[in-house]
């Protein structure tokens, strides 16, 4: 995604590793801080370092085997018990390039992906899909995606819903703020001026990172 590159004899990633890249959301430049760790179960206790701090987590399967899907829950575990509640969570299906060349290759429907996450990235599981109007909780099928690196099919479009939530939610936070502290001021008897502010001008938030 990054580079723009498919390498088929890349090797798993061992510990963690990072890349970044910039995207435009409509008028808000975002910087995407991507980091890849390691699936395998020994290096779990090295990997959740990195993720600790995450705003947004994916978690992956291969759609060819059950086996890797039904092992993806222990790792939705892993970002409950080490994660804020507020990350964002996509769930990606690999490999959409061997079903489309032999469909009875699925082992893991689109649909049962779906039912899993209505069932289990609830607000009441703690965890979130979306962001904006949505707010928290099961935002609907855009937090399931079927990708095929191989073929460059769907990875672009999984990082353009994620950086989206992103700005939505940096905007849901800025309005909260403003809110507060609109209502701190009436209370205060200051009829909802600060007067530390009154008369600025308006902040322009183009170009604005998250």
Not at 116 to 143: I, Q
Not at 161 to 176: G, M, S, T
Request: some cysteine.
């Amino acid at each position: 995604y990054v580079n723009n590159t498919f390498d088929p004899a890349s090797a798993s990633t061992i510990g963690a590793s990072f890349l970044a890249k910039k995207v435009i959301i409509d008028d808000s430049l975002v910087r995407l801080q991507i980091w890849d760790t390691a699936g395998q179960e020994r290096y779990r206790s090295i990997s959740k370092l990195y993720y600790r701090s995450a705003n947004c987590g994916i978690l992956c399967y291969d759609i060819t085997s059950l086996a890797s899907f039904e092992a993806m829950h222990s790792w939705l575990l892993e970002l409950k018990k080490n994660v804020d509640g507020n990350i964002i969570i996509h769930i990606v299906g690999t490999k959409a390039d061997l079903v489309n060349a032999e469909p009875s290759r699925r082992e893991v429907p689109f649909e049962r992906c779906v039912a899993y996450a209505a069932e289990h990235l609830s607000e009441e599981e703690g965890f979130s899909v979306g962001g904006g109007g949505r707010g928290r909780g099961w935002g609907g099928m855009d937090c399931c995606h079927e990708i095929s690196a191989r073929d460059d099919q769907g990875v672009d479009e999984v990082f353009q819903v994620i950086a989206r939530k992103l700005v939505e939610r940096r905007a849901d936070i800025e309005r909260e703020r403003a809110f507060g502290s609109q209502d701190q001021y009436t209370r205060s008897g200051n009829g909802g001026v600060d007067p530390n502010t009154a008369g600025a001008k308006e902040k322009s938030t183009s170009g604005k990172c998250c």
